[in-house]
T-cell receptor, first 112, second 113 residues
């Protein structure tokens, strides 16, 4: 069974600082997604990572994937208040059909 | 743009009532999913469907059933609502194939009293 764990689950940081959210998963997979959720809203896709060593960047967010370590990171550079949200990673479950397994989510609060 | 809509944003029901949550997608996606979201637990898959009239149990199917009579519509049914089914329910759809990106609806916050 695939388990996906994120840490930290809660993160409060100052604007302008850098930080990293970690996503570990327990069994082999070849595809990982990062989603963002604003309070009261649905999930919005940020990145899809398709292979070992994949790196994607959008503005102040950068995601990477190490399939050998079964680890993905979401790095925030020079945080701004607008990035406050909950971030989820989701991993494709290769032994099941068309299924994603989600981490618990990381609630990020960026203070001015 | 893919659009996934859900019939209600907020719903309040009494214990024992039968509850229907409806989801419609407009992108001709084969796969549709129902999740519930609870604080600290992330999203947990209830049921999914990869074709009309087909359904598969997810990780937490107990107390729920689903119906997919048309490709664009996927319904979640709580046969007899209980207070522990108070949650946010999210519907998603994706193209056919393993692990394609899922597109989510706005969610239904269900409260069972």
């Amino acid at each position: 069974e695939l388990k996906v764990e994120q840490n930290p689950l809660f993160l409060s940081m100052q604007e302008g600082k850098n930080y990293t959210i970690y996503c570990n998963y327990s069994t082999t997979s070849d595809r990982l997604y990062w989603y963002r959720q604003d309070p009261g809203k649905s999930l919005e896709s940020l990145f899809v990572l398709l292979s070992n060593g994949a790196v994607k960047q959008e503005g102040r967010l950068m995601a990477s994937l190490d399939t050998k370590a079964r680890l993905s990171t979401l790095h925030i550079t020079a945080a701004v208040h607008d990035l406050s949200a909950t971030y989820f990673c989701a991993v494709v479950y290769l032994q099941g059909a068309q299924k994603l397994v989600f981490g618990q989510g990381t609630r990020l609060t960026i203070n001015p | 743009d893919v659009k996934v809509t859900q019939s209600s944003r907020y719903l309040v029901k009494r214990t024992g009532e039968k509850v229907f949550l409806e989801c419609v997608q407009d992108m001709d996606h084969e796969n549709m999913f129902w999740y519930r979201q609870d604080p600290g637990l992330g999203l947990r898959l209830i049921y999914f469907s990869y074709d009309v009239k087909m359904k598969e149990k997810g990780d937490i199917p107990e107390g729920y059933s689903v119906s997919r009579e048309k490709k664009e519509r996927f319904s979640l049914i709580l046969e007899s609502a209980s207070t522990n089914q108070t949650s946010m329910y999210l519907c998603a759809s994706s193209p056919r194939g393993t692990g394609y990106e899922q597109y989510f609806g706005p969610g239904t916050r269900l409260t069972v009293t």
